[in-house]
């Protein structure tokens, strides 16, 4: 039989349930995503599933994390009802007695797998509702513990790079340079990277997320850098582009029409700003100076529990930013046959406009001297 377990009370529960009354009149909701999970009760295990009612949680994992999440929830201050499911008709099971006698459960149809939606419709005898992005819609807002989780991954992320610049000279590889950024993130008190660290010289700068290979850094090569550390759950996002020694007059004016465009959308990003807006300064910028063909990306995204979430800065979401928000801020230029440019930065929306989260040097085309004993 399911073992229950009692912990304390969680006001994220409470607002995400209102919100979902405000679409749809729902007794309960499931929630499957273990990002989700997290945020809404601490719960960092690999498997679980989530029941919030009008005054209660419930979560349903195996044995491997019941000690685990009684102690998350424990810390993280929320009221959790944690059942042990030992198989997955157990959990079924479980998720059947825990909504006996509810008309309606509403889920996120971008946590559940078609087949899985059908098990669940067929077990558990109630009117399943859909609603899309419920909990993500709430954690685009960050708390000040949460602000100060990116503030370190940021940190971790520019005293890595700082270290690396004098690096990246002739003969040194992608993979050297990634495999160090790695490890000092970790030195720095990073849990380890954001995502896959990004390093592209020459050619291969032009191909946005470049996987990093034996490729040597050379004269005349820009050198993109896309680097983030992960702390306690949060990502960190940035990047810059260096130029190696004697580079091409049109590479040069490519960094600097970048730097200019970043440093535009940038100025623009506030409350109350469309999220579209931003990405129309930068991309306007670049096309002006004939390089709008070579932008082939959105210019930045919200970063949180998960490296790319809302809100999105592109051109078609036309959502304000709101005070509380952590976006990036990242246009590019990849132009073939020459190399890619890009340049970003991690910001944090403010009530009288943005604070940059990413302090690396990003004006000086070329690295620093490589320090000889």
Request: charged share 20%; glycine share 8%.
């Amino acid at each position: 039989m399911p073992k229950l377990l009692t912990l304390r009370a969680s006001g994220r529960a409470e607002t995400l349930f209102q919100l979902a009354n405000e679409h749809a009149t729902v007794k309960a909701m499931l929630v499957f995503s273990l990002d989700n999970i997290r945020w809404l009760t601490g719960f960092t295990g690999s498997a679980g599933t989530l029941v919030v009612g009008p005054q209660e949680m419930v979560l349903v994992t195996d044995g491997r994390y019941i000690e685990q999440a009684m102690a998350q929830a424990k810390s993280s201050a929320v009221d959790v009802e944690v059942v042990e499911a030992r198989s997955s008709t157990d959990q079924v099971e479980a998720l059947t007695k825990i909504l006996a006698g509810r008309s309606s459960c509403s889920f996120d149809p971008a946590e559940l797998s078609v087949e899985n939606f059908e098990i669940y419709q067929h077990a558990l005898a109630i009117k399943l509702i859909s609603q899309t992005g419920l909990v993500k819609h709430l954690r685009r807002i960050k708390t000040e513990a949460e602000i100060a989780r990116i503030e370190a991954a940021c940190l971790a992320a520019d005293r890595a790079l700082a270290d690396v610049e004098s690096m990246l000279t002739d003969g040194v590889t992608e993979r050297n340079i990634r495999d160090e950024l790695e490890y000092l993130m970790r030195r720095h008190g990073a849990d380890g990277p954001s995502y896959e660290t990004i390093v592209a010289t020459g050619l291969n700068g032009v191909r946005p997320h470049h996987r990093p290979t034996f490729e040597q850094i050379a004269n005349g090569h820009s050198v993109v850098i896309d680097v983030g550390a992960l702390v306690d759950g949060y990502h960190s996002d940035m990047t810059r582009t260096y130029l190696i020694g004697n580079v091409k007059t049109e590479l040069a004016e490519i960094h600097q029409i970048v730097c200019e465009a970043q440093l535009l959308g940038l100025s623009k990003v506030a409350p109350g700003v469309l999220c579209s807006d931003v990405d129309l300064v930068c991309r306007q910028f670049i096309t002006e100076h004939g390089y709008g063909e070579e932008f082939v990306h959105g210019t930045g995204h919200g970063v949180g529990l998960q490296i790319h979430e809302l809100p999105w800065i592109r051109k078609d979401f036309h959502e304000p930013l709101q005070i509380g928000e952590v976006v990036t801020v990242e246009p590019g230029v990849y132009r073939g046959g020459l190399g890619g440019v890009r340049i970003e930065d991690l910001v944090l929306v403010t009530p009288t406009g943005n604070r940059v989260l990413t302090l690396s040097q990003k004006d000086n085309l070329c690295p620093p001297s490589r320090r000889t004993t």
